[in-house]
């Protein structure tokens, strides 16, 4: 059996800002970074310990798993990299990745739709996203897929419809239950995921429903909300869902 954190990032430029106003892979606001912190603050005053925590390569995402990282090692953060002394730290590996405190970028977990250029009023046309090489600098702590040599990680011909999302969510789906059926009986452990509204909203209804709708509107989870699932090979099950303790009633968005 696993326990899985759902966590949604936190509040990005797109969603502060207009449908016609939106990037293809926006940064987070300010109100954005105050959740990212606040979030990785409860985390560590909670006690809760991952065996396994995951990341969209998205890079709202990304920033709102900085805070997570840098609380584990005991590092401030700045703009998503981990600071001591006023300076940006680089890690000591040889491949430049920090992996000492397990983040690692599952390409599987990114929103519906993929990185695109444009909005409802024109063409969406696909677009590259951040690099490897990109992640290595603004990201060093975060481990990208080993099959990730070079260029962005979107691999996707165009904007990914709902439909076609399925399939992603289910071998994500099936991936935990996997690792569920790795884990020996007597024991259990937590697997802590970034991701996304609408993934998120798609993943869970593949796990709990077999639906292929939304299990709810999307923008009804709120950034940084918890949702939380045990996974056993057999079957998931909802244990709490878009859970906002960390966050002040001012500092609620979605």
């Known amino acids: 059996m696993i326990e899985v954190w759902l966590v949604r990032h936190a509040q990005s430029q797109n969603n502060a800002a207009g449908e016609t106003e939106r990037q293809p892979d926006p940064a987070l606001t300010d109100l954005g970074h105050w959740q990212a912190a606040a979030l990785a603050q409860y985390l560590c005053e909670s006690g809760n310990s991952f065996a396994r925590k995951s990341v969209s390569a998205f890079r709202r995402a990304l920033q709102t798993a900085a805070p997570l990282n840098a ?23 040889p491949s430049g990745v ?20 444009g909005h409802a009023e024109q063409p969406l046309q696909a677009v590259p ?7 290595q600098v603004e990201f ?27 399939p992603r969510a289910d071998l994500v789906r099936q991936t935990l239950q996997q690792a569920a059926a790795d884990v020996p009986t007597s024991e259990s452990s937590r697997w802590l995921l970034v991701s996304h509204g609408e993934f998120i909203a798609l993943l869970l209804s593949r796990c709990l429903t077999g639906g292929e709708d939304y299990f709810v509107r999307p923008r ?35």
């Open 71 to 93: 609380g584990e090692t005991g590092r401030a953060v700045e703009n998503g990299r981990a600071v001591e002394n006023g300076r940006a730290v680089e890690n000591g590996s």
């Open 98 to 117: 920090a992996r000492a405190a397990g983040f690692e970028i599952w390409r599987e977990i990114h929103e519906v739709g993929g990185c695109y250029l």
């Open 129 to 135: 996203g951040l690099s490897r090489e990109e992640v």
């Open 140 to 166: 060093p702590w975060a481990a990208p897929p080993a099959d990730w040599t070079s260029g962005g990680w979107n691999r996707l011909p165009g904007h990914e419809t709902r439909q076609q999302a399925i």
């Open 220 to 254: 009804s989870l709120y950034n940084t909300s918890i949702t939380k699932l045990v996974v056993t090979p057999q079957q998931c099950r909802l244990l709490e869902f878009n859970q906002i303790a960390h966050l002040s009633p001012a500092a609620i968005s979605s």
